[in-house]
T-cell receptor
């Protein structure tokens, strides 16, 4: 139990489907992250929310749309994905000071996404 | 932009041998963190270094942060089979966070 819960654990979807990944943290943290982890590639930071404001968006295609309604919940809305989007999507949280990032991150178990 | 190079990509050792992985940043970092990811698992935070020249130890693990705050290393003494996994560094500077590619460590019992 890491304090960061991701659902679903596995997701198979077609390229025309719309789905959402959910992340919830029970650690009282104020920053949340989405990462993509593909085979044989480094962890790719996709989005960061700190104090519910998006502070980092690493040139992610618009078919990925994040949403952070409050400091405990983070969503990743998926629409018209491509086969190369198949990967493990990890959520993490941390407790940050205003204007900074760099505190230890706690990761969820991830959602294994497969695009048919 | 900020880049963090990590070497080696893979390391296979006999149980009892030492292991070291290195990270090198293209820019000066505010801090560096190290994570371990077991096969099939998620990254788990190990340690954070913030001071120039800092050295920290956790049992058989020794972490160093370079004087220029651009490089770091993780050294494991006398590896055990439980050390198997991928070790990542994460370089931080203001709102920029960059992971190294990771070093996959396998240990032959």
């Amino acid at each position: 139990e890491t304090g960061v819960t991701q659902t679903p654990r596995h997701l198979v979807m077609g390229m025309t489907n719309k789905k959402s990944l959910k992340c919830e943290q029970h650690l009282g943290h104020n920053a949340m992250y989405w990462y993509k982890q593909s085979a044989k590639k480094p962890l790719e930071l996709m989005f960061v929310y700190s104090l519910e404001e998006r502070v980092e968006n690493n040139s992610v295609p618009s078919r990925f749309s994040p949403e952070c309604p409050n400091s405990s919940h983070l969503f990743l809305h998926l629409h018209t994905l491509q086969p190369e989007d198949s990967a493990l999507y990890l959520c993490a949280s941390s407790q940050e000071s205003y204007g900074e990032l760099g505190q230890p991150q706690h990761f969820g178990d991830g959602t294994r996404l497969s695009i048919l | 932009g900020q880049q963090v190079m990590q070497i080696p990509q893979y390391q296979h050792v006999q149980e009892g041998e030492d292991f070291t992985t290195y990270c090198n940043s293209s820019t000066t970092l505010s801090n560096i963190q190290w994570y371990k990811q077991r096969p099939g698992g998620h990254p788990v935070f190990l340690i954070q270094l913030v001071k120039s020249g800092e050295v920290k130890k956790q049992k058989r693990l020794t972490f160093q942060f370079g004087e220029a705050k651009k490089n770091s290393s993780l050294h494991i003494t006398a590896t055990q089979t439980t050390d198997v996994g991928t070790y990542f560094c994460l370089g931080g500077s203001n709102y920029k966070l960059t992971f190294g590619k990771g070093t996959l460590l396998t240990v032959n019992p």
